[in-house]
């Protein structure tokens, strides 16, 4: 698992270790496996949330897991054009590489640690897909799109895209240099993540060294979510046993603890962890296909405006004709 890794991870800054004494351990509420799937094409998925009430997730509405997998030649897989409104989709790669485009613009390839942030908004058309040569020779792949919600005051907001490249992301060090910790959006103990985003949130990838325990300072306001991408270990102060493919939802406190076995159950050399959380919007979802709304009647109406062709134009992509002469061709 590549992401972004540092040779000495000494020289990084160190987040500072919480007061036992004044800082409160975030109790495990619950931990749910993710059941597998298919998405867009057909490339495998693990359905982070499945199981868990919105309330529990909100800001966040859905989450999935792509892959792990290593795809033979001409097996690699993407997602077709499709339409979104209301919310943020935020894709992280960890192993391969994918590309995005959509009608607003935005669009390039990303790969291992790298993150491509869509703001939705009012209407996008986008796709999603492995880059010709990797579906030529097939490879490893793996990362995960998460959902992020909109307050309605914002759900109509202008599309946007951030090209979040590997080396922007904050990287930083438990106190004892137990554990590497990726910021890629909010902020950690003073630190910054470079996606901007508009709903309050804090979005980390943490790795935690075979046997070492990191006590994880979180803002009492956010909520906190902890999915397993590899490993085996425990979370809360309870030590409470999770492994590959399962989410942790803590509640309320100021401390996160995640815990790394010293001999590892399931692939995955060390404890990888997406730690996430932000401020609930505490409004009502209506969410159905590609659309994320506050009402059903909102619903409706982001259908009646892609069946209008009123959330964008898929880019034409201009190729000539078998029986019509090449540009820079002389016409006789």
């Not at 291992?112 to 880059?131: F, K, R, S, V, Y």
Request: negative net charge; without cysteine; hydrophobic residues 40%.
């Amino acid at each position: 698992m590549p992401a972004v890794t540092v040779e000495d991870i000494l020289v990084l800054p160190r987040i500072s270790e919480p007061d036992p004494a004044t800082a409160a351990d975030r109790p495990v509420l619950s931990v749910t496996t993710a059941p597998s799937g298919f998405e867009g094409e057909g490339f495998p998925v693990r359905r982070a949330f499945a199981g868990v009430e919105l309330r529990a997730l909100d800001p966040f509405i859905h989450m999935d897991q792509m892959g792990e997998v290593d795809y033979a030649p001409g097996e690699p897989k993407g997602t077709s054009w499709h339409p979104h409104r209301g919310f943020e989709t935020v894709t992280y790669i960890i192993d391969g590489v994918f590309r995005h485009q959509d009608s607003n613009g935005g669009g390039g390839l990303i790969t291992n640690g790298d993150t491509q942030w869509m703001t939705a908004g009012g209407g996008i058309l986008h796709i999603e897909e492995p880059p010709e040569d990797l579906v030529m020779s097939g490879g490893l792949f793996h990362g995960f799109q998460l959902w992020v919600n909109l307050p309605s005051r914002l759900k109509l907001a202008p599309p946007r895209y951030q090209d979040i490249r590997a080396g922007q992301v904050a990287l930083l060090s438990s106190a004892d240099g137990g554990a590497l910790v990726r910021v890629i959006a909010g902020e950690l103990d003073g630190h910054a993540g470079p996606g901007v985003t508009h709903t309050p949130i804090t979005l980390l990838h943490v790795t935690v060294e075979p046997g070492a325990e990191f006590r994880l300072p979180w803002r009492p306001d956010f909520n906190a979510l902890g999915y397993v991408l590899a490993g085996s270990g425990t979370v809360g102060a309870a030590r409470r046993p999770v492994r590959t493919g399962q989410l942790a939802v803590f509640g309320a406190g100021d401390v996160l603890t995640l815990g790394a076995q010293r001999i590892m159950d399931g692939p995955g050399e060390k404890l990888d962890v997406l730690v996430l959380g932000g401020q609930p919007i505490r409004e009502p979802v209506a969410a159905y296909g590609p659309f994320v709304m506050n009402t059903r009647a909102e619903l409706v109406r982001a259908f009646e405006d892609y069946q209008a062709g009123r959330l964008g134009t898929i880019p034409a992509v201009r190729t000539p004709l078998p029986d019509q002469p090449h540009p820079g061709h002389d016409v006789l």
